[in-house]
């Protein structure tokens, strides 16, 4: 498979403008640093022709992305009906804390109520026992 006419435009625009910047640069500052210099310029020519992601060039995905980063707006939460929200929850455990009091307070009842029973049939009891015992006194 050979090359597209796009991505053979901007290889020979890239390979031309490396070139160019590293024979312009080359007596100043030497052959290494000249190629360091011509590198970040020769990238994103090269990626424009190459580079696709979701059916967007290089510039177009650069460019969103960049806007991403610096022109975002900041996200606000802005609630409706937050204060009718935090109310109904306040009220609903309110009204479970309540029903739990309620049911613990029933329970200490029935507890109480059992009690009073076992000792009203222990006291029935005993006199029973007593008077049996007096009975079984008095004869002997």
């Known amino acids: 498979m050979g090359l597209s006419a796009k991505q053979l435009l901007y290889s020979v625009l890239a390979l031309g403008s490396g070139c160019a910047i590293v024979f312009l640069l080359y007596e100043k500052i030497g052959l290494t640093f000249s190629c360091y210099v011509a590198v970040p310029v020769v990238a994103p020519i090269a990626l424009c022709g190459f580079y696709s992601y ?19 707006k900041a996200l606000v939460f802005k609630s409706s009906g937050y204060r009718e929200m935090r109310e109904e929850i306040r009220a ?7 029903a739990a009091v309620r049911k613990i307070k029933e329970e200490r009842k029935k507890m109480r109520k059992e009690r009073i029973k076992d000792k009203l049939k222990e006291m029935i009891r005993k006199p ?13």
């Open 54 to 72: 979701n059916g967007m060039g290089f510039r177009e995905v650069f460019t969103r992305y960049m806007r991403s980063i610096f022109r975002n």
């Open 92 to 98: 609903r455990e309110e009204a479970e804390k309540r």
């Open 128 to 140: 029973k026992r007593k008077n049996v015992d007096k009975e079984r006194g008095r004869k002997r």
